[in-house]
């Protein structure tokens, strides 16, 4: 019941109650099923993860249900607010619910949408809202709708496009055996397929452990170092291995996988594995046969390469390894045409590619280096093989030296034959021109030296042809048919020098990019030249008295000894007494080197060596500049033997040169000012090289050029260059002349 009364005062001043009862029960009824609705209402939206929201559009006012208050987050019975619902919503989808809210909050919209949360936790939920406007009697209009969290519905569907990304991707690589890993959970997903491969039972879960157990002891470290590198960089997988299994067998397994990167789950990789044991084995079998096929080209006399359809290099024997002096695999990463010789690459990249559009046979003449640098002529046949369907499966190329041909060809055609017959008339000997006694001493020396294999030590001054007496030792010894291998130690830096004699290991210092061949074994069998010995330093010095004493050497970098049969001739202009001496040469290289001394006259003291030495020149000049000199003027010939010559023979020749590109008549002049303006007479019973007045006028010039050069001996502007002679020329006339270089030098400032 409901009871409501009133008290009032009557005329004759007492109190009077006025009221009614109410029967009540219908209204109460209806609250508490209004109540019980709510309750249930309550559940089912807890149980369906289902929130009521709604907004006054008057007043922008927000509410929302207890599930709406949880799935956001909140407590139960806290207040919503545009606020709290934007913070909770994910940063990318924060504008969109921004306008929903501005849309809602101007009336007569409906929304179906869905958004993301992004939780506290890290977590993230995917919700779907709907909404519609609804107006009261009063006219009031409010949005009302609904949230619905279907984080597990997305998740489901991720999974679903997973699987489907899986299989497609599997069936596109290789119809094999597929799966999926994902690195950062480390789950991983197998077919059918692929637990077969494994040998594992498909109720068995697919772990990481479990691949690792099955691959080959011998393999796994690489594969282990493949997962953990790709797990963090994403990139595609393609790697061969062994599978070791539990029965003894060995399986082969070939692995490709795409990494998949997802906003949500990080880097994921889809894959096949296929099991090509049978393609292994049918690999060795032809891996057999064509070892076999190799073992038969080492045999052969000729230089042979096998080639690709494309040219691609497979394989070359023995032979043509050792013509080379290379390995095979520096000769596969060698460019292609990089041993055919300048003048003949056109022509060979020219047949080859006429051959490869015709699928035809082909010979070609061309030269070819050798390991020592040297190119022979070899007649080069191409032929094609062919599979059963007609294509081109591989090229072999044979090589046949004939050179002895070439050569016998060419002898006519040399330009320099009548040049040779008038050296040999002229009583040369190689290209040693002149019959003076004191040159004569130094050809019969030759001619005793020269078979036997005893070292020899050329002393002599700078162009007095050093060079010419070791070349005539080699070409009458027992070696003439081997290489002559010139060396000239001053012009190679000292940090390469080792290197350029020894050779060096792949590797063995920045830039070594492969394996080099040194000049010691280019000259195997035959004579290295050393010229300029005394520039040596104290290390490559250990190195070279090694060789002599035992006859092998180490590359740089190497550790295996190498043995080798080679002459050793050195030549130097040095003092190398005086070297022992001051600490700069060692002694017992020296004594080493000095087996046979040989010491070459310069040109002052041969001087009835030079009108032929004149014609020699003159003659070869001539031929190239195309010019015809019957006779030299006798002031000529007597000014050119009354000059002392300091640059020897060397400077005889520059200056035989010069007169003869400018020389316009049938008789041969020199321009007398091109001569140094010094004493022509020479001391008498003395081994000194100059006069006094020639060695004043030189050291004046020399102390001239290193104040200039402020002290500075090598480089462009060094007193060497300025003075157009060697350093190590240079460095002997300082000693001889007792020239303080230091005095020269710049004094350092206090």
Avoid at 18 to 28: E, L, N, P, S, Y
Avoid at 284 to 305: G, N
Wanted: charged residues 30%; hydrophobic residues 35%.
């Amino acid at each position: 019941m409901h009871v409501v009364g009133k008290a009032e005062r009557c005329e004759t001043g007492s109190i009077e109650v006025i009221g009614a009862v109410m029967d009540v029960t219908a209204r109460k009824l209806t609250e508490v099923e209004l109540r019980r609705s709510q309750a249930h209402l309550t559940d089912a939206q807890r149980l369906s993860r289902t929130g009521s929201v709604g907004m006054k559009v008057s007043t922008k006012q927000l509410f929302w249900s207890e599930e709406a208050a949880r799935i956001y987050g909140y407590a139960p019975g806290t207040e919503a607010t545009a606020d709290l619902v934007l913070q909770r919503v994910h940063p990318d989808d924060v504008d969109l619910l921004k306008s929903v809210l501005e849309r809602a909050a101007q009336g007569g919209s409906a929304f179906d949408f869905e958004h993301r949360l992004l939780m506290p936790d890290g977590s993230t939920k995917h919700l779907r809202s709907l909404s519609h406007s609804l107006v009261d009697e009063a006219g009031n209009e409010e949005a009302v709708g609904a949230i619905m969290d279907i984080t597990e519905h997305k998740v489901a569907e991720e999974m679903i496009r997973r699987s489907e990304a899986y299989l497609a991707e599997a069936q596109r690589l290789s119809h094999t055996g597929s799966f999926g890993w994902r690195p950062d959970s480390g789950e991983i997903v197998w077919s059918d397929e692929t637990y077969r491969i494994f040998e594992y039972d498909c109720s068995e879960k697919p772990t990481l452990d479990m691949v690792m157990q099955r691959i080959d002891p011998q393999d796994r470290f690489l594969a282990q170092q493949i997962t953990e590198r790709v797990s963090t960089t994403g990139e595609d997988i393609e790697h061969e291995c062994r599978l070791l299994m539990p029965s003894g067998a060995i399986k082969h397994i070939h692995v490709r996988a795409h990494g998949l990167y997802h906003s949500s789950t990080g880097v994921e990789f889809v894959g096949a594995v296929s099991d090509i044991t049978g393609r292994k084995e049918a690999e060795q079998r032809l891996q057999q046969q064509d070892t076999e096929l190799r073992q038969m080209l080492d045999f052969a006399p000729q230089l042979v390469s096998v080639y690709g359809p494309k040219r691609e290099r497979i394989h070359v024997n023995r032979i043509t390894l050792d013509y080379l002096g290379l390995s095979l695999e520096e000769w596969r990463q060698t460019p292609i045409g990089a041993f055919v010789h300048p003048d003949d690459r056109a022509r060979d990249r020219d047949y080859f590619d006429r051959a490869l559009s015709a699928g035809s046979p082909y010979e070609l003449e061309l030269r070819l280096r050798k390991g020592d640098g040297t190119y022979r002529w070899f007649l080069s046949r191409l032929n094609p093989v062919r599979d059963d369907r007609g294509q081109i499966r591989r090229w072999y190329i044979a090589c046949t030296d004939i050179e002895d041909r070439k050569r016998a060809e060419e002898k006519l055609k040399q330009e320099n034959v009548a040049l040779r017959e008038e050296i040999d008339r002229a009583s040369m000997f190689e290209e040693i021109v002149g019959s003076s006694a004191a040159l004569q001493t130094v050809l019969s020396r030759i001619s005793k030296v020269a078979p036997t294999d005893s070292t020899v030590l050329i002393t002599g001054e700078t162009g007095t042809g050093k060079e010419l007496v070791a070349r005539a030792i080699h070409r009458r010894s027992n070696r003439t048919s081997r290489a002559f291998v010139s060396v000239n130690c001053a012009a190679i830096p000292r940090d390469l020098i080792a290197s350029e004699l020894f050779g060096h290991e792949k590797g063995a210092f920045t830039g070594a990019m492969q394996r080099r061949i040194g000049r010691f074994e280019l000259a195997e069998g035959g004579t290295i030249f050393l010229d300029e010995v005394g520039e040596l330093s104290v290390d490559t010095q250990v190195a070279l008295l090694r060789v002599l004493q035992e006859r092998e050497f180490e590359r740089v970098g190497g550790m295996q000894p190498i043995h080798v049969d080679v002459r050793v001739i050195a030549a130097t202009n040095r003092d190398l007494k005086a070297a022992v001496t001051s600490g700069t040469f060692r002694q017992d290289l020296y004594y080493r080197l000095n087996v046979f001394p040989l010491w070459v006259p310069p040109l002052r003291e041969r001087r009835n060596d030079i009108p032929l030495l004149v014609e020699y020149f003159i003659d070869r000049y001539a031929r190239k500049a195309g010019k015809n000199i019957r006779s030299v003027d006798k002031k000529t010939l007597q000014l050119l033997q009354s000059y002392p010559w300091p640059g020897n023979i060397r400077e005889l020749q520059n200056i035989i040169e010069r007169s003869v590109i400018v020389c316009e008549s049938e008789i041969f002049t020199v321009d007398e000012g091109w001569l140094s303006e010094q004493s022509h007479d020479e001391r008498s019973g003395g081994k000194l090289y100059f006069s006094q007045t020639l060695a004043a006028k030189e050291k004046e010039m020399i102390e001239k050029a290193l104040r200039e050069s402020q002290g500075r001996l090598s480089g462009p502007s060094g007193a060497a260059a300025k003075l157009g002679i060697a350093r190590s020329t240079l460095e002997l006339k300082i000693q001889t002349l007792n020239i303080n270089k230091n005095h020269f030098k710049p004094k350092p400032r206090s």
